[in-house]
């Protein structure tokens, strides 16, 4: 189609939405050229969608044939709701606790099949997560899948979103001071015991770091933390379920190790896998890298030093008594000491390491 596909009336609505250009391909399941090869009204159909404007608003439609295209387009863009593929993954979102929230709308006294065959709960489904295709979603949640439940840990990320508004403006990120003060709560903060929760989310949001506390949905295992990008501004975000010290700040410190990696924006999930126990993040270097930063901020090497030095750090109860006294799991100390080569790569403390 001769169509100017990114024109002012669509960058206006993409504004409004909270959109960039990145976003919508995910969003929508393409890659930018196919977008730009392959536009069609199916295509406007979807971005109209997308941006929740009427498409002859996005674009000009008043030619006859013009009209006539869009209409036999809308009609199959709506039937991939009711398609069998769409409504089974659309069952597995927590439903009824969307509807109490107010995210998609009520279905009481309603049949099944006017709630899923019409295509009416699918179509609030993709409303509300902001996709028009099960590859948009995968795209755009891809932190989530491989999880225990993809949809449910999804949604939760979902809800942070709509509570964080896009950053258009260019906020300095100072990882080398945000690294200091997270040294120094470590440090400082950790052995007091005290609202210790509260204290590193006031120092993450004085750096520029949006922290939100969203309550997980009771149809999964809670995760432990996200992170992403809203715009430009960094976002961690945590269910508000109790956790021990130790394992919040492990949680947000995974984190901020994605966060404070230069020139990436990759987002992060720790939540559970499918195999029960572990729990799921990407297995690739970036975030293997995460990790390293996560252990060298929550571990500093005056500790590490002090455990090489008492001799006994290959035996279990060693370990164990130094996790308690350094408030860190016993994984991040034998990971330490694997990459000082204290320990084998084959070690039986290994068994540690599973939990997280």
Known sequence: MAVEIFNSAVRKAMSRAGLSQEDLFARLGYSRRSLFDHFSTTKMCEIAFLLDTPADTLWDLSGDQDKRDYDCAIMNFEQRFCSDEVIAWAKQFPIRDLQRLGHIQSTEGISFNKRFKSGFIPREIMKFMNVVSIDGWKKTYATALGTQNPQVYSAWIRLGELQTERSAEEIPLFREVIANNLMFLRRNAVPLKYNLRQIVIDTLQKCDIT????????????????????????????????????????????????????HSKRPCLLAPRKIPGLYHSATDEHCKEATRIAESLLLSEAEECEIICCGHFAEKKCIEFFSRKFQVRPGVIVSRLQQQNKLRGNSSLNAFKIAV
Request: cysteine-free.
């Open 211 to 262: 922290i939100l506390q969203v309550p997980a949905f009771i149809t999964a295992p809670a995760p432990k933390v996200a992170s992403y990008w809203r715009g430009l501004r960094p976002v961690i975000q945590l269910p508000t379920t109790k956790v021990s010290d130790s394992e919040f700040l492990e949680s947000v410190y995974h984190a901020m190790g994605h966060i404070l990696q230069p």
